[in-house]
């Protein structure tokens, strides 16, 4: 019964009379709503009180959606707990670093590592698979929902997490308590401990960024170590595909983690009408994960909200938000949610129809969507996006490492990364976005700013072996300059980078204070003449071995002058591009697609710089296309296509119109 690609909501009939259940699912068909995510945030609902389980709710539910013909994805509801098990347990609730302790009423505030909750909520969770883990029109699972995504701070700071935290730390670093002080750096401010039983929580004071660093990687370990119970228990009754809603947060949840724990990739986000070119930059990541279809299972249709409406979102939205994930690798687009809540936490949240039953002004949209995804099924679900061969890289672990310790007030490790992706998607280059732990081989160029160590996931083993069998590494700067423990090499600049790329980096000096503006940029000329800037954060003085060559130096510059700002070194079959400093985007881009060049890679279309294009192959070759700032543009067809929502035929150099459709 699982019809893909399915266009589906979130959906509370717990909340609602239940004669109106068929009113819903009635209404759903008449918007073209082919699936249902239920049960999220119903615990109490189906397990009144301890040990006594209901699932006549959602049973019923489950039925009435397979008689019309709709699917479910089934949400385990350990996010919100009822109020007898917060009466039984008060303190399965975090513990915020500034002392506050969290109690009953919100989502996604309890304790990872109480054993309890843990228990309760695997129970439960085995429950809900008895029941429903065999009916063919429940095709998927969602455990618990946007998991520490509205954390502040370092998460739970409770007894049980301090005491988890030791066994963490004790087993990360082999039970030796000299290696622990020695790569942590202890030894400042008289922090060096004896024994790991006298680690301690992190407290909101300044404090070493490393021991901050490792909580949060106790944090996610504790959270990937839940979606593994709860993982389990569901699959101990049900073979179908099981996820967990993400939002772009990688010190929230580890992607790497899900990668390898779970099986399909789900991803929640609402993205407004000035930023659509984010939505683009995530769903790359998440269909590049694991090279297969993801859920975006919660996104608008309208505005978002809870006790206020934000971004009221322009006509159009509809078609371009979804097209963006669908033409990237989604096959499931959820809106959160069907029917506004009339009273509550998030009433104020736009949904496909009115808390009345009335419809919304997108109704029309919504349809239209929903008719335009079956005509295009065959496109979804027999092709798949294609990348050139580059890739950018994307490190949770340097999320964290800049986190805590931040080289500079106006850098953004997310936002610079997405620049990039920008400019080189609108290059049409189609880069694909790589988490750490995802395969290189198909890759011919990797572009890697910002990566502060190559000590997770085997990275500096795995990359230089893909160099030496061809690939071209460009990296740099702020790039392997930190352990694993998050501090600074003693030896080096650099763990592997300089012995591999054949450099020495001399010094490294910060940029001047954004007060003094002639001195926030300094100017870096290429020995082909191309001049750019070097701008914020940090400056590289590198000096080339004998086999590495200057690409590019500092000039009319007290300190860099005449150190060389990019390098470009061969390695085994491949070569290493070192590049010193932020440079300015328009020599970035010139600089990768150059690189490009010679290795093969160039622009598969020419197309309006505010469209999406996403190049798909498979059963036949496709282009998606979407406008992302409602202004017409147009492409030229690189070959001879058929639109498919018009039926319009084009041949290759054809100017074709976009209309805000794929």
Known sequence: MNKTPFLGVAYY???????????????????????????????????????????????????KCKARGIMVIMGTPGATPPLWLSEKYPDIYGERMNGVKIFHGARQDCC??????????????????????????????????????????????????????????????????????????????????DSFDQLHRPYQQWTH????????????????????????????????????????????????????????????????????????????????AKKKNFWLTETSCCWSGSHLATNMRHKGFVDANAWIALGCGANCINYWLWRTHYAGHELM???????????????????????????????????????????????ENSYRTFEFQTCYPEFSYERDLILSFHDLTRARLRPAMLFESVDLSDKKVLFTPHLASLEHENLAERILTWVKNGGVWITGPMTDFRTASDAKYTKSTTGHLEDAADITIDFTIPAYSGNAPDRHTYTVTFEDGMQGEAQYVVYDAIIPGKTAKTLAKYVDEDYLNGYSAVTETPYGKGRIIVIGCILDRPTQLALIRKVCAEVGISPFVEASTNLTTVKREGAFEALVAIENDFVEGSLTAPFDCTDLLTDTRYAAGDIVPSANTA
């Open 13 to 63: 009939p717990e909340a609602w009379p239940r004669e109106q259940i068929d009113e819903d699912l009635d209404k759903m068909l008449e918007h073209g709503i082919s699936c249902v995510r239920v049960a999220e945030f119903a615990w109490k609902t189906m397990e009144p009180t301890e040990g006594h389980f209901d699932f006549s709710l959602f049973r019923e539910v489950v039925d």
């Open 112 to 193: 990872y590592n109480h054993e309890d909750y843990l228990r309760l909520c695997h129970r439960i969770t085995e429950k809900m698979s008895e029941e429903f883990g065999k009916d063919e029109n429940v095709i998927g699972w969602q455990i618990d929902n946007e998991i520490h995504s509205n954390k502040d701070d370092m998460f739970c700071v409770c007894p049980k997490c301090e005491r988890a935290f030791r066994r963490f730390v004790r087993e990360l670093y082999d039970d030796d308590v000299d290696r622990f002080n020695r790569e942590i750096g202890t030894n400042i401010f008289s922090s060096a401990i």
């Open 209 to 288: 960024p490393g021991l901050k660093s490792l909580w949060r990687r106790f944090q996610l370990h504790s959270s990937t170590e839940f979606v593994k119970g709860e993982y389990a228990a569901i699959r101990r009754h049900s073979d179908k595909p099981i996820g967990t809603d993400m939002m772009p947060l990688t010190q929230a949840l580890s992607y790497n983690d899900m990668i390898r724990e779970t099986d399909v990739m789900q991803f929640n986000r609402y993205y407004s009408d000035n930023n659509m070119f984010h939505m683009e930059f995530w769903c790359n990541l998440l269909y590049n």
């Open 349 to 395: 949240h736009g949904s496909v129809i009115e808390s009345n039953g009335r419809s919304r002004h997108v109704k029309a949209e919504v349809q239209k969507l929903s008719s335009d995804m079956e005509k295009c099924a065959e496109l979804i679900n027999d092709t798949h996006p294609t990348d050139s061969g580059l890739a950018l890289l994307l490190s």
